[in-house]
Protein backbone atom coordinates (compact mmCIF):
# COMPACT_ATOMS: atom_id res chain seq x y z
CA UNK A 1 0.00 0.00 0.00
CA UNK A 2 3.02 2.52 0.75
CA UNK A 3 4.76 1.47 -2.23
CA UNK A 4 1.44 2.29 -4.59
CA UNK A 5 0.96 5.80 -2.37
CA UNK A 6 4.40 7.07 -3.21
CA UNK A 7 3.81 6.16 -7.41
CA UNK A 8 0.94 8.70 -6.97
CA UNK A 9 1.58 11.91 -8.77
CA UNK A 10 0.19 14.58 -7.20
CA UNK A 11 -3.01 15.63 -9.01
CA UNK A 12 -5.57 13.91 -6.94
CA UNK A 13 -3.95 10.95 -5.67
CA UNK A 14 -4.20 9.10 -9.45
CA UNK A 15 -0.94 6.96 -10.11
CA UNK A 16 1.20 7.59 -13.04
CA UNK A 17 1.65 5.54 -16.54
CA UNK A 18 5.17 4.82 -14.81
CA UNK A 19 3.80 3.45 -11.26
CA UNK A 20 1.31 1.13 -13.42
CA UNK A 21 3.68 -0.68 -15.56
CA UNK A 22 6.42 -0.94 -12.80
CA UNK A 23 3.09 -2.52 -11.17
CA UNK A 24 2.43 -4.45 -13.78
CA UNK A 25 5.77 -5.92 -14.14
CA UNK A 26 6.29 -6.69 -10.53
CA UNK A 27 2.60 -8.63 -10.69
CA UNK A 28 3.50 -10.13 -13.95
CA UNK A 29 7.15 -11.56 -12.04
CA UNK A 30 5.16 -12.90 -8.93
CA UNK A 31 3.00 -15.08 -11.59
CA UNK A 32 6.19 -16.37 -13.53
CA UNK A 33 7.61 -17.29 -9.87
CA UNK A 34 4.44 -18.83 -8.81
CA UNK A 35 4.13 -21.09 -12.01
CA UNK A 36 7.88 -21.86 -12.19
CA UNK A 37 7.67 -23.42 -8.33
CA UNK A 38 4.29 -24.90 -9.14
CA UNK A 39 6.05 -26.67 -12.67
CA UNK A 40 8.63 -27.65 -10.52
CA UNK A 41 6.46 -29.15 -7.52
CA UNK A 42 4.24 -30.91 -10.33
CA UNK A 43 6.88 -32.46 -11.49
CA UNK A 44 7.58 -34.91 -8.73
CA UNK A 45 4.25 -36.01 -9.10
CA UNK A 46 4.13 -36.41 -12.82
CA UNK A 47 4.57 -39.88 -13.31
CA UNK A 48 1.61 -40.82 -10.67
CA UNK A 49 -0.58 -38.33 -12.53
CA UNK A 50 0.36 -39.99 -15.97
CA UNK A 51 -0.32 -43.57 -14.65
CA UNK A 52 -3.81 -42.02 -12.85
CA UNK A 53 -4.74 -41.38 -16.16
CA UNK A 54 -3.63 -44.51 -18.19
CA UNK A 55 -5.67 -46.57 -15.42
CA UNK A 56 -8.89 -44.99 -17.03
CA UNK A 57 -7.85 -46.89 -20.40
CA UNK A 58 -6.65 -49.98 -18.65
CA UNK A 59 -9.41 -51.48 -17.41
CA UNK A 60 -11.03 -51.19 -20.69
CA UNK A 61 -7.89 -53.27 -22.65
CA UNK A 62 -6.06 -50.07 -23.87
CA UNK A 63 -2.24 -50.89 -24.23
CA UNK A 64 0.19 -47.90 -23.92
CA UNK A 65 3.53 -47.04 -26.30
CA UNK A 66 6.03 -44.55 -27.27
CA UNK A 67 7.01 -43.95 -30.43
CA UNK A 68 10.06 -41.33 -29.51
CA UNK A 69 12.73 -41.84 -27.43
CA UNK A 70 11.72 -38.64 -25.65
CA UNK A 71 7.97 -39.07 -25.92
CA UNK A 72 7.48 -40.00 -22.14
CA UNK A 73 9.38 -37.44 -20.71
CA UNK A 74 7.58 -35.17 -22.88
CA UNK A 75 4.07 -36.16 -21.55
CA UNK A 76 5.02 -36.00 -18.39
CA UNK A 77 6.14 -32.07 -19.00
CA UNK A 78 2.79 -31.64 -19.89
CA UNK A 79 1.14 -33.24 -17.23
CA UNK A 80 3.45 -30.78 -15.28
CA UNK A 81 2.77 -27.45 -16.75
CA UNK A 82 -0.78 -28.24 -16.71
CA UNK A 83 -1.02 -29.32 -13.20
CA UNK A 84 1.79 -26.20 -12.14
CA UNK A 85 -0.92 -24.01 -14.04
CA UNK A 86 -3.88 -24.99 -11.77
CA UNK A 87 -2.05 -25.09 -8.86
CA UNK A 88 -1.13 -21.18 -9.54
CA UNK A 89 -4.52 -20.07 -10.63
CA UNK A 90 -5.73 -18.51 -7.75
CA UNK A 91 -2.41 -16.65 -7.33
CA UNK A 92 -3.01 -15.27 -10.66
CA UNK A 93 -6.34 -14.75 -10.53
CA UNK A 94 -5.49 -12.72 -7.26
CA UNK A 95 -2.66 -10.55 -9.15
CA UNK A 96 -4.86 -9.99 -12.08
CA UNK A 97 -7.87 -8.85 -9.36
CA UNK A 98 -5.40 -6.90 -7.61
CA UNK A 99 -4.03 -5.48 -10.68
CA UNK A 100 -7.73 -4.17 -11.73
CA UNK A 101 -9.38 -3.56 -9.17
CA UNK A 102 -8.52 0.47 -8.23
CA UNK A 103 -10.37 1.07 -10.88
CA UNK A 104 -13.60 -0.12 -10.63
CA UNK A 105 -16.08 0.86 -8.77
CA UNK A 106 -17.04 -1.33 -5.77
CA UNK A 107 -20.32 -2.99 -7.90
CA UNK A 108 -17.76 -3.84 -10.45
CA UNK A 109 -14.77 -4.99 -7.83
CA UNK A 110 -17.90 -7.59 -6.26
CA UNK A 111 -18.89 -8.79 -9.97
CA UNK A 112 -15.14 -9.67 -11.05
CA UNK A 113 -14.67 -11.44 -7.72
CA UNK A 114 -17.60 -13.19 -8.13
CA UNK A 115 -17.34 -14.19 -11.76
CA UNK A 116 -13.11 -15.25 -11.01
CA UNK A 117 -14.83 -17.49 -8.26
CA UNK A 118 -17.77 -19.35 -10.16
CA UNK A 119 -15.76 -19.62 -12.93
CA UNK A 120 -12.60 -21.74 -10.93
CA UNK A 121 -15.74 -23.78 -9.64
CA UNK A 122 -17.79 -23.96 -13.07
CA UNK A 123 -14.18 -24.99 -14.43
CA UNK A 124 -13.48 -27.71 -12.17
CA UNK A 125 -16.73 -29.09 -12.32
CA UNK A 126 -16.43 -29.29 -15.90
CA UNK A 127 -12.96 -31.32 -15.47
CA UNK A 128 -14.48 -33.40 -12.70
CA UNK A 129 -18.10 -34.25 -15.35
CA UNK A 130 -15.37 -34.92 -18.37
CA UNK A 131 -13.20 -37.78 -16.06
CA UNK A 132 -16.05 -39.20 -14.58
CA UNK A 133 -18.54 -39.52 -17.16
CA UNK A 134 -17.38 -38.29 -20.82
CA UNK A 135 -13.74 -39.85 -21.38
CA UNK A 136 -15.04 -43.24 -19.61
CA UNK A 137 -17.73 -43.44 -22.33
CA UNK A 138 -15.37 -42.32 -25.00
CA UNK A 139 -12.63 -44.79 -24.26
CA UNK A 140 -15.56 -47.54 -23.93
CA UNK A 141 -16.60 -46.51 -27.04
CA UNK A 142 -13.48 -46.01 -28.88
CA UNK A 143 -12.19 -49.46 -27.96
CA UNK A 144 -15.28 -51.35 -28.34
CA UNK A 145 -14.33 -50.07 -32.53
CA UNK A 146 -11.79 -52.61 -32.51
CA UNK A 147 -13.70 -55.95 -31.65
CA UNK A 148 -14.29 -58.31 -33.89
CA UNK A 149 -11.09 -57.13 -36.23
CA UNK A 150 -7.51 -58.08 -36.43
CA UNK A 151 -6.99 -54.52 -34.81
CA UNK A 152 -5.51 -54.11 -31.71
CA UNK A 153 -4.70 -51.21 -29.75
CA UNK A 154 -1.26 -49.96 -29.13
CA UNK A 155 -1.80 -46.27 -28.28
CA UNK A 156 0.73 -43.89 -28.31
CA UNK A 157 0.82 -42.53 -24.86
CA UNK A 158 1.63 -38.93 -26.25
CA UNK A 159 -1.40 -39.15 -28.15
CA UNK A 160 -3.08 -40.48 -25.11
CA UNK A 161 -2.63 -37.76 -22.80
CA UNK A 162 -2.80 -34.88 -25.20
CA UNK A 163 -6.56 -36.67 -26.01
CA UNK A 164 -7.57 -36.71 -22.76
CA UNK A 165 -5.74 -33.30 -21.81
CA UNK A 166 -8.03 -31.97 -24.75
CA UNK A 167 -11.23 -33.16 -23.78
CA UNK A 168 -10.59 -31.66 -19.97
CA UNK A 169 -10.03 -28.37 -21.36
CA UNK A 170 -12.63 -28.43 -23.29
CA UNK A 171 -15.48 -29.10 -20.49
CA UNK A 172 -14.19 -26.88 -18.51
CA UNK A 173 -14.45 -24.22 -20.75
CA UNK A 174 -17.65 -25.45 -21.84
CA UNK A 175 -18.89 -24.88 -18.34
CA UNK A 176 -17.96 -21.27 -17.74
CA UNK A 177 -20.69 -20.60 -20.17
CA UNK A 178 -23.68 -19.96 -17.31
CA UNK A 179 -20.66 -17.51 -16.15
CA UNK A 180 -19.61 -15.56 -18.89
CA UNK A 181 -23.33 -15.18 -19.97
CA UNK A 182 -24.36 -13.83 -16.27
CA UNK A 183 -21.27 -11.35 -16.89
CA UNK A 184 -22.02 -10.14 -19.99
CA UNK A 185 -25.80 -9.63 -18.59
CA UNK A 186 -24.79 -8.04 -15.32
CA UNK A 187 -22.36 -5.55 -17.93
CA UNK A 188 -25.59 -4.64 -20.25
CA UNK A 189 -23.57 -6.23 -23.29
CA UNK A 190 -26.15 -9.45 -23.81
CA UNK A 191 -29.82 -9.74 -23.51
CA UNK A 192 -31.87 -13.10 -22.47
CA UNK A 193 -34.05 -11.74 -25.09
CA UNK A 194 -31.46 -12.64 -27.85
CA UNK A 195 -30.30 -15.84 -26.08
CA UNK A 196 -34.22 -17.37 -26.43
CA UNK A 197 -34.68 -16.10 -29.82
CA UNK A 198 -31.15 -17.59 -30.80
CA UNK A 199 -32.10 -20.71 -29.55
CA UNK A 200 -32.59 -22.92 -33.35
CA UNK A 201 -29.74 -21.55 -34.47
CA UNK A 202 -27.45 -22.15 -31.45
CA UNK A 203 -28.72 -25.80 -30.57
CA UNK A 204 -27.13 -26.67 -34.66
CA UNK A 205 -24.02 -24.79 -33.57
CA UNK A 206 -23.27 -26.58 -30.12
CA UNK A 207 -24.00 -29.88 -32.13
CA UNK A 208 -21.46 -28.56 -34.84
CA UNK A 209 -18.77 -27.66 -32.27
CA UNK A 210 -19.41 -31.16 -30.40
CA UNK A 211 -18.65 -32.79 -34.13
CA UNK A 212 -15.19 -30.74 -34.49
CA UNK A 213 -14.13 -31.70 -30.88
CA UNK A 214 -15.32 -35.59 -30.80
CA UNK A 215 -14.28 -38.36 -32.28
CA UNK A 216 -16.06 -38.91 -35.58
CA UNK A 217 -19.08 -40.75 -34.13
CA UNK A 218 -22.96 -39.97 -32.89
CA UNK A 219 -22.64 -40.80 -29.93
CA UNK A 220 -19.47 -38.98 -28.84
CA UNK A 221 -21.01 -35.66 -30.40
CA UNK A 222 -24.38 -36.32 -28.43
CA UNK A 223 -22.39 -36.69 -24.85
CA UNK A 224 -20.77 -33.17 -25.59
CA UNK A 225 -23.25 -31.57 -26.70
CA UNK A 226 -25.92 -32.51 -24.17
CA UNK A 227 -24.07 -31.08 -21.42
CA UNK A 228 -23.41 -27.85 -23.65
CA UNK A 229 -27.54 -27.47 -24.12
CA UNK A 230 -27.94 -27.82 -20.62
CA UNK A 231 -25.51 -25.14 -19.68
CA UNK A 232 -27.10 -23.10 -22.60
CA UNK A 233 -30.00 -23.38 -20.53
CA UNK A 234 -29.38 -22.53 -17.52
CA UNK A 235 -27.46 -19.48 -18.82
CA UNK A 236 -30.73 -18.38 -20.63
CA UNK A 237 -32.40 -18.59 -17.00
CA UNK A 238 -29.52 -17.18 -14.81
CA UNK A 239 -29.69 -14.25 -17.28
CA UNK A 240 -33.18 -13.86 -16.86
CA UNK A 241 -32.68 -13.45 -13.20
CA UNK A 242 -30.02 -10.87 -13.57
CA UNK A 243 -31.64 -8.71 -16.31
CA UNK A 244 -34.73 -8.91 -14.12
CA UNK A 245 -32.43 -7.56 -11.19
CA UNK A 246 -30.76 -4.79 -12.94
CA UNK A 247 -34.55 -3.67 -14.19
CA UNK A 248 -35.79 -3.41 -10.52
CA UNK A 249 -33.04 -1.59 -9.49
CA UNK A 250 -33.35 0.64 -12.39
CA UNK A 251 -37.12 1.49 -11.52
CA UNK A 252 -36.08 2.06 -7.98
CA UNK A 253 -35.28 5.68 -7.63
CA UNK A 254 -34.03 4.99 -4.53
CA UNK A 255 -32.14 2.56 -5.76
Not at 123 to 150: Q, R, W
Not at 185 to 212: C, D, M, N, Q
Request: hydrophobic share 55%; with cysteine.
Amino acid sequence: MNRRKAEQGPDGGKMSLGGHLKELRSRILVCIVCLVVGVLACLAFAPEIVEQLTDLGKGYGYQYVYIAPQELLMVQLSVAAIGGLVICSPVLLYELYAFCAPGLKRTERLTFALAVVCGVACFCVGVLFAYEVTVPFMLYFLINLSVGTDVTSAVSIQSYVNFLLTVFVIFGVVFEMPVLSVLLTRLGVLKPEWLAKSRKVLIVVIFFVAALITPPDILSQVMVALPMMALFELSIFLCKLVSRGRKAKAADPAG
